[in-house]
Structure formats: C-alpha cells, structure tokens
Antibody
Framework: EVQLVESGGGLVQPGGSLRLSCAAS????????FNWVRQAPGRGLEWVSY????????YYADSVKGRFSISRDNIKNLVYLQMNSLRAEDTAVYYC?????????????WGQGTLVTVSS | EIVLTQSPATLSLSPGERATLSCRAS??????LAWYQQKPGQAPRLLIY???NRATGVPARFSGSGSGTDFTLTISSLEPEDFAIYYC??????????FGGGTKVDIK
C-alpha cells in the first residue's frame, strides 16, 4: 500500500525555521518525483516545490524561492522541505504529493498533511 | 504563469442531478489538465488526468472533456459522497504548476 506521511509541522514565530519530512512507503521511491503543495486555511491549493527522482532538479514557487529548500534521501525514502524566514502568509497545511511517472506532473498520492502556523 | 479560472464558485445541486464544472486556462494547456476532489479535512484525490482519463478507482460517473483553454468535469448523477470541492490543475507549462480556485459542489 502506498503511503506518504508528513511530519514536522507546528507553531513557529515569524522569521523562524521548520523542516518538514515526508516518509514514503509501499512503492519504489526512486522512480517517482515529489512535490509539496500547501493550502492556507479556507483557501485553495498552491504548488510549492518539486524534486526529481535523482534529487538534482528542483523547482520552487516564486513565493518561497530563496527561503525554502526541497531535498530527498533515496536511502531512507524521505522527502524534506526546509523552510526558513517564515512569514505569516506561509501558514498552511503542507501536503507531500507523488507524481506517478517521471515527467508526469500530476499527483496520484497525497499525504494527510502537516499544519504549519507562523505567528507570534 | 498559466492562470486557471474555475466556474461557478459554488454549485448547489441535489443527489441524482448532473454536475457540470468548468475550468478555463489563460493560455492553451493542450490536454494537460487534471481534476482533483477534496473533502473537508482530507487531502485532495486525483480524479481525472490529461483532460479525460479517469484515475484508478474513480467511478464512471466522473468524466472530463476539453482541450486547449476550456475544460469540463461532469458528474453524471451526484451521489452523497460527491459533495466536495473540485480543483483543476495544469502541467503544460511550469514551473509553476498551477491550480484553479476550486468549485464547491454542495447540497441544495
């Protein structure tokens, strides 16, 4: 069974940092690309970041570029999102989402999400 | 950046009725449009990819159509579990991958 489990969310002050993790299981991890997608309270979906299967290609939304960093550990089957210089507008549920095939940029499996709250 | 506009924002229908949801792109996305369903407190679920292909396990009452800039998600006969928010997403030109603002289908 495919499973994605996010962790690492919580309450952080503006300007602070958090690292989110996404633990994957039930499939061949290295064959898949991953993304982070967020959803602010009561709002729609916003794509945040992408990482290729080998981990050498990454993309970011303009809203997080220079502040967030995505990475993956292909031994431990983990995807990370390092979030620095957090702002109130980064408050959201953050989802880890898998792409089914290389170059196929839709999301066939999602984690349950982890809530990040940026507030003083 | 390709902007996706969904309409209507809210669709109030009764079980058994047909739902027609629209997604319009600011420029052509060919057929590279997907649809997701999201229920309260849950992660989104992939319904349709590449405009008209149902994802694994998606009931046949869900269908997608369109190409270029205009797309439609149709639910032929609403079941109680179909009342949810629906989002479209394009993968034709990115980054960024973009989503529409969503259409809420609620019970009339």
């Amino acid at each position: 069974e495919v499973q994605l489990v996010e962790s690492g969310g919580g309450l952080v002050q503006p300007g602070g940092s958090l690292r989110l993790s996404c633990a994957a299981s039930g499939f061949t991890f290295t064959r898949h690309e991953f993304n982070w997608v967020r959803q602010a309270p009561g709002r729609g979906l916003e794509w945040v970041s992408y990482i290729a299967g080998g981990g050498s290609i990454m993309y970011y939304a303009d809203s997080v570029k220079g502040r967030f960093s995505i990475s993956r550990d292909n031994i431990k089957n983990l995807v990370y999102l390092q979030m620095n210089s957090l702002r109130a507008e980064d408050t959201a549920v953050y989802y880890c989402a898998r792409s089914p095939y290389t170059g196929y940029d839709v999301f066939d499996y999602w984690g349950q999400g982890t809530l990040v709250t940026v507030s003083s | 950046e390709i902007v996706l506009t969904q309409s209507p924002a809210t669709l109030s229908l009764s079980p058994g009725e047909r739902a027609t949801l629209s997604c319009r792109a600011s420029q052509s996305v060919d057929i590279y449009l997907a649809w997701y369903q999201q229920k309260p407190g849950q992660a989104p679920r992939l319904l349709i990819y590449d405009a008209s292909n149902r994802a694994t396990g998606v009931p046949a009452r869900f269908s997608g159509s369109g190409s270029g800039t205009d797309f439609t998600l149709t639910i032929s006969s609403l079941e109680p579990e179909d009342f949810a928010i629906y989002y479209c997403q394009q993968r034709r030109s990115w980054p960024p991958l973009t989503f529409g603002g969503g259409t809420k289908v609620d019970i009339k």
